[in-house]
């Protein structure tokens, strides 16, 4: 009887931990908090035509596309905010088909084979795409996330944000490497 | 006694007129950004990501976010040294909050690094055993520059200086590096890695003033152009006397000021030029003993350096850079032995993926030394002047086995010196991640030890001189297995084992026909088993805690090769074995108390050397017992741009030797209970 007790126990204990800790790797980590921060300061630095939103009410939408790896830390930076007076949206699109209206686009490194043909989709749009994959610029994304001794930097195409009618501000262009072909 | 070159006033008066330029450059600051109001970039310095600890870093300015510090295993570029190896980072965190005074004091904070201050200007800094003044199986460089001296092995360590807000990091690999670092990286390489020029603009002003030492560093950094950044710094620096064992000071006082720069051109995207120099000059005394006695003995050191790097970025695995520098260091202590040193070196390197598994690494490089070693009233040295040259080519390849999950690393350096000629340096690691939680590794390599230009060199007293065939390098064979894991997101912890065959170790032997002449021959071998273990928890955002322990075991032993190494002492021997500690550990707290005040608090405990290894004014060996060092510090951050610290340092004691180095005649001194208080100012 004690021995059964005991065996329960050590069950319990091994059901909680593996409960546990799944639920802990759920939290957002320090890189994409950071990065998350670097998307609301995208938002402030880079201005976005009329053109791009439907009405004067709509509200400013930030995505990602594909597998979210911000696990709630774009939502986070994102709260209470506002894009030139413009309340802000997060939204998930779970794949390239399912694309809907956004300003701001964040693509995942996870789809890094994908990002050309996105790109050329949303080429001449007005939305900013953000990417962190090597070949993001390449592939004709706006700005690309990339490490520079453990810091996050970020690199900008000009090009295709011209192309959409952004403005990029002189500080962020200062801050930033610039992406040459 | 009152011969000392300079006295604690004169210490005094410079930490005073450092605060006068202090109170004036800011004037001059504020001017001069009025006239260029587009340079109103916030100096980086102002942040402290531990600080922020929260979630939501939206707070923070695109310049802070930029310099905060994530660490991301799978896409950081991988870096020469992050390949499976015991490494420890020292960060800028971790150098404000230990408010630990000076590069060889930081070094404490390392798993197993044995930091002995042996007096007030002389340190033994080892990892993994052999411990002393002439500690000559870890190599330091600082911006890639190698300020390890072939003049006696070792490194000067007072003449490593700079100021410490102005570091990016100080990596430290414990165990042997020579495949890419090369020899002399037997049992470690310390990295001193200082920042971008981009990442210290405007002004910095730390002035810090204590019971023991005074420091003072001043700094200027501006922008030429566009991509074009610089800073220039001065530092002034005074070191106290240590203190005798009945609490009389032990006369080792010393000062010291450096000056240098650093401008950095981000040509291209993908291109980096960086030109930087420092030079420095250095007051200092010594007690001598046993014989001759001779207290207060003044002498100086000066040198300096000037490098430019290059570096090109193709990829995040592929890159070329060109280094070169030219380096001086001149000592005129007779502790170990006075030399000149100017030393050229030019080294080029390149990585380059192929296909999606491999990445190969290679470079070359060739170093000059020329180097004239003091003779003195007590030694006499022959030949005076050496030429050291060293050409070397290493080339690694990374092998993706199973990608993300199993890598395997395989490489040689191959190097030809003019003491010792042809060594082969090979290494090959094996890295498993079975998960991101858990990593495994193990390492074979072999690396050598060059004979020292000392030990080359024949010394004998006066009117003794004779020619001697010097000895061969060293070698050692090390196994290593390490494992990290992350059980839960805040908590990390590293645990390292290694296995160390030395051969051919170098020992003096007396000449028994000659009372006055020592010869170093290839006498004696050595084995060494220990293991480093840390712990790293944030507990919560504002509480971190870090604890780490090392266990060392050395076994000596001479080699009786020809009848003249009967005459090898014993203390020789068990001075290989018992010149480092077998037990060491340390607890390390930092404490958020409010948001803008911090409480940090450090526990180290160093076990008694095995050997008789201090010497007392009368001339007895005296043995170094354990000791704890209790170290704490209130920071506050009283605006962005200005922090107030105040602390002690081995609180618990009044006085402990650290080291009694067997192996130098400079009279040992005891590290006394130290308060201080530190003042910084951005601008």
Redesign the interface.
């Known amino acids: 009887m004690c021995k059964r007790g005991r065996t329960w126990r050590i069950g319990a204990v091994i059901a909680l931990l593996t409960v546990a800790l799944p639920c802990r790797a759920d939290a957002p980590t320090r890189e994409y908090q950071v990065k998350a921060a670097f998307v609301y300061n995208f938002t402030q630095f880079v201005e976005w035509p009329d053109s791009a939103f439907a009405s004067k009410d709509s509200p400013f939408v930030v995505a990602t596309v594909g597998a979210d790896p911000f696990n709630g830390a774009l939502e986070q930076a994102m709260a209470a905010k506002s894009v030139a007076d413009r309340t802000v949206v997060v939204q998930h699109f779970t794949s390239l088909d399912s694309l809907g209206s956004c300003q701001l686009l964040f693509v995942p490194a996870s789809l890094e084979s994908s990002a050309r043909a996105l790109c050329d989709k949303l080429d001449g749009k007005p939305v900013l795409t953000v990417g962190e994959s090597d070949g993001f610029l390449d592939a004709g994304g706006g700005i690309r996330f990339f490490f520079e001794d453990n810091r996050i930097r970020f690199e900008i195409n000009p090009d295709p944000i011209a192309a959409g009618g952004l403005k990029v501000s002189a500080k962020l262009m200062k801050l930033a490497r610039i992406y040459r072909k | 006694m009152n011969c000392l070159p300079m006295q604690r006033k004169s210490g005094v008066l410079q930490t005073l007129v450092i605060a006068a330029i202090a109170l004036m450059l800011p004037a001059q600051a504020r001017a001069s950004t009025t006239t260029k109001p587009s340079t109103t970039t916030a100096p980086s310095e102002t942040f402290r990501p531990s600080s922020v600890g929260g979630?939501?870093?939206?707070g923070?300015s695109?310049?802070d976010?930029?310099?905060?510090?994530?660490?991301?295993v799978a896409?950081?570029?991988q870096k020469i040294s992050d390949a499976p190896a015991a490494v420890t980072v020292i960060g800028q965190d971790d150098i404000q909050r230990s408010e630990l005074d000076s590069i060889p004091e930081l070094l404490r904070l390392v798993p197993g690094m044995d930091v002995a201050q042996i007096n007030a200007d002389h340190w033994a800094i080892s990892s993994r055993g052999f411990n002393g003044l002439l500690a000559d199986d870890l190599l330091v460089l600082m911006d890639g520059r190698s300020v390890y001296t072939p003049a006696f092995g070792g490194v000067t360590w007072n003449s490593v200086n700079y100021p410490l807000m102005d570091l990016?990091r100080i990596e430290v690999i414990r165990g042997p590096g020579s495949t890419l670092w090369g020899s002399n990286a037997v049992n470690g390489v310390v990295n001193i890695i200082t920042k971008s020029s981009k990442d210290t603009q405007g002004l910095l002003v730390d002035t810090r003033g204590g019971s023991q030492q005074d420091v003072g560093d001043v700094r200027y950094g501006g922008q030429i152009s566009?991509n074009t950044y610089f800073r220039v710094y001065s530092q002034y620096q005074y070191d106290g006397n240590g203190e005798q064992s009945d609490g009389n000071p032990a006369h080792d006082e010393w000062q010291g000021m450096q000056s240098g720069f650093r401008v950095d051109r981000?040509a291209?995207?993908q291109d980096t030029l960086t030109v930087q120099g420092d030079v420095y000059e250095q007051q200092l005394a010594e007690t001598t003993q046993p014989f001759p006695l001779m207290e207060d003995t003044a002498y100086y050191a000066n040198g300096g350096n000037l490098l430019g790097r290059w570096t090109h970025t193709e990829?995040?695995r592929a890159d070329t850079s060109v280094l070169a520098y030219y380096d001086r260091q001149v000592l005129s202590d007779p502790q170990p032995i006075g030399y000149e040193q100017d030393s050229f070196d030019i080294e080029l390197q390149n990585r380059f993926p192929i296909e999606q598994l491999q990445d190969i690494t290679w470079g070359l490089g060739a170093r000059d030394h020329f180097i004239h070693l003091n003779s003195s009233a007590l030694v006499t040295a022959s030949p005076i002047y050496t030429n050291e040259f060293i050409y070397n080519g290493f080339v690694q390849d990374q092998v993706s086995i199973v990608p993300n999950r199993l890598q395997w690393y395989v490489g040689t350096k191959l190097e030809y010196n003019s003491l010792t000629y042809f060594d082969v340096q090979p290494s090959t690691r094996l890295l498993w991640t079975p998960d991101e939680r858990n990593s495994v590794w193990a390492a074979f390599s072999r690396s050598v030890r060059i004979s020292s230009i000392y030990e080359e060199t024949h010394l004998t007293l006066p009117g003794y001189q004779v020619g001697t065939q010097g000895p061969d390098a060293e070698t050692t064979e090390s196994f290593e297995i390490g494992y990290k894991v992350q059980p839960?997101?805040p908590l990390t912890m590293d645990v390292t084992g290694f296995y160390n065959i030395y051969s051919d170790l170098i020992v003096p032997v007396p000449n028994p026909l000659s009372l006055t002449e020592v010869d170093y021959a290839n006498a004696a071998d050595a084995q060494s088993y220990g293991g480093e273990m840390s712990v790293n928890w944030q507990v919560n955002p504002k509480w971190r805690v870090g604890a780490s322990y090392s266990f060392l075991q050395v076994h000596a032993h001479p080699i009786i090769s020809s009848p003249i190494d009967l005459f090898i002492p014993p203390y020789e021997i068990q001075y290989l074995a018992g010149s480092s500690p077998e037990n060491q550990f340390q607890i390390h707290s930092y404490l958020d108390l409010l948001k803008n005040l911090q409480f940090n608090a450090a526990l180290y405990y160093v076990d008694s050397l095995p050997l008789i290894n201090g010497i007392t004014e009368g001339g007895n060996y005296q043995s170094v017992n354990s000791y704890f060092r209790l170290d704490m510090n209130l920071r506050w951050q009283i605006n962005p741009n200005m922090t107030l610290a105040v602390g002690v340092q081995n609180l618990l004691e009044n006085r402990h030797f650290e080291s009694g180095s067997i192996d130098t005649q400079s009279m040992p001194s005891e590290a006394p209970r130290t308060f201080f208080a530190e003042w910084t100012m951005t601008y």
């Open positions: 979630n939501d870093l939206t923070l695109l310049e976010l930029m310099n905060v510090e994530v660490t991301s896409k950081e570029p990016d566009d981000y291209t995207s990829s995040d839960l997101k």
